[in-house]
């Protein structure tokens, strides 16, 4: 497992670990090196400042810049980082605002425990692309009417039924977004997002190969020889560069030093050829949970 679940998840999963959610963690003061990072007392100020201009950016709200909300919501993590002390932010990006890989099936599992979901606008699609009107995220809150819950309702912030949400993942899934889960201010489990590389976290992380911002998913793609057709659908999903094809045998390989677990390779595949295994059990990618330039 993650070093979030050794940490937060009492032998699970931390994100299926639903005092994560609570709204205990929400409101309880933040310890001395939280708020150096965060500038905020409290995980509900934090995720306060977030929203008004992560997330209400892409829905017509005040209009800032990356670096505007960076400085306001990682004040400590930013000052960090600009004075070239990396590891320093990077442990302190973990306590702040940290993500991981999840399956269709997880994501299916955090949607049945939570009692509030509203899909928002993304912000990350806002900043890099210019674009407000993509809801690839999902707020997430055991507490009915909570931080998320009280949003108002209007075009850009919606309430759903847990079978609405799950339907939308799944075509998300089938679209080849990774889905997400991510803290605000760890353990507190904020949100369900759905990714590519419009995402900031991707874009930073995986394709500019910047400082890791998310764990690897706890399992990892295998392939069905056998079953492979060849067809390289697969390959086309995959967004991390962990799918080869071989013309010689006319097959489909992932590499599990690679894989970030995601499955949406998977979601492809018309044979099912492609199956999500432990990533625990691997010899080789156990205990590979981030990459690092």
Same mark, same amino acid.
């Given at each position: ?28 003061? @933040? /310890?001395? =090196? *939280? ?9 509900? &100020?934090? +995720? ?57 099936e ?26 407000a ?15 998320w ?10 309430? @759903? /039924?847990? =079978? *609405? ?9 089938? &679209?080849g +977004? ?66 080869f ?11 599990p ?20 295994a ?11 949970? @981030?990459?690092?330039?």
């Amino acid at each position: 497992m993650c070093e979030f679940c050794t940490k937060h998840g009492e032998g699970k999963e931390w994100y299926l670990q639903m005092k994560n959610y609570s709204e205990e963690w929400l409101k309880a003061p @933040l /310890a001395p =090196e *939280e708020k150096e990072a965060t500038g905020a007392s409290t995980r509900a &100020e934090w +995720l306060g400042s977030f929203c008004k201009l992560f997330t209400q950016a892409a829905s017509g709200g005040e209009r800032v810049t990356l670096e505007q909300m960076a400085a306001a919501v990682e004040p400590g993590i930013v000052r960090w980082a600009m004075a070239g002390e990396r590891s320093r932010a990077f442990e302190a990006q973990k306590q702040v605002h940290f993500g991981q890989v999840v399956t269709i099936e997880d994501a299916e599992r955090i949607i049945d425990s939570v009692d509030s979901i509203t899909r928002l606008p993304c912000g990350c699609r806002y900043f890099t692309t210019g674009k407000a009107d993509k809801r690839y995220c999902f707020g997430l809150g055991v507490v009915a009417g909570g931080m998320w819950g009280a949003m108002p309702d209007s075009h850009t912030f919606e309430t @759903l /039924a847990k =079978e *609405e949400a799950k339907k939308i993942i799944r075509d998300y899934d089938t &679209e080849g +977004l990774v889905h997400t889960v991510w803290t605000a201010v760890t353990p507190f489990v904020m949100g369900l997002c759905n990714c590519d590389r419009d995402c900031l976290a991707y874009r930073g992380y995986i394709e500019k190969r910047g400082m890791p911002s998310f764990f690897r998913g706890e399992s990892l793609g295998e392939v069905e020889v056998e079953a492979c057709s060849g067809c390289k659908e697969c390959v086309k999903q995959c967004q991390f560069g962990a799918m080869f094809y071989s013309s010689a045998l006319g097959k489909v390989y992932i590499d599990p030093t690679r894989c970030f677990g995601c499955g949406v390779c998977r979601a492809a595949c018309a044979t099912e050829a492609i199956r999500m295994a432990p990533r625990a059990a691997h010899p080789t990618a156990a205990n590979i949970w @981030l990459s690092y330039p």
